[in-house]
């Protein structure tokens, strides 16, 4: 770039810029240019798109949420069940000894 040392360098060259500027915004498409309207379509078209995948990742998530919820759900009966029975067992077992026992104090 050359060194512009005079006002009237600098003013030149500042309208010529400007020139340079108008002109390439005088080139750009109308609205209502096809090529303008087919690239908005294609622009809505891909935000709808990315729209309906999130909303299909946030339903998939509320359902791996919702089976998740339905497992542990089931591990807790589950771990209730085997907890009654366990119990259930373990006085069977009492009984038993404590039936046997009388039965051994009502021998002597």
Same mark, same amino acid.
Request: net charge positive; hydrophobic share 50%.
């Given at each position: 770039?050359?060194?512009? #040392?005079?006002?009237? #360098?600098?003013?030149?060259?500042?309208?010529? $810029?400007k020139a340079?500027? !108008?002109a390439r915004l005088a080139e750009r498409p109308s609205a209502d240019d096809p090529a303008v309207i087919a690239r908005a379509a294609e622009r809505k078209a891909a935000a709808e798109a990315r729209e309906a995948a999130r909303i299909a990742r946030k339903e998939a998530a509320a359902a791996a949420a919702e089976a /998740?919820?339905?497992? $542990?759900? &089931? =591990?807790?009966? &589950?771990? &209730?069940?085997q907890a009654v029975a366990d119990? =259930? /067992?373990?006085? =069977?077992?009492? #009984?038993?000894?404590?039936? =046997?026992?009388? $039965?051994? !104090?009502?021998?002597r």
């Open positions: 770039m050359k060194i512009l #040392d005079r006002f009237q #360098d600098r003013q030149q060259a500042s309208a010529t $810029a340079r500027l !108008v /998740a919820a339905a497992a $542990a759900e &089931a =591990a807790r009966a &589950a771990a &209730a069940e119990e =259930a /067992a373990r006085k =069977a077992k009492r #009984d038993e000894r404590y039936a =046997a026992r009388k $039965a051994r !104090v009502g021998q």
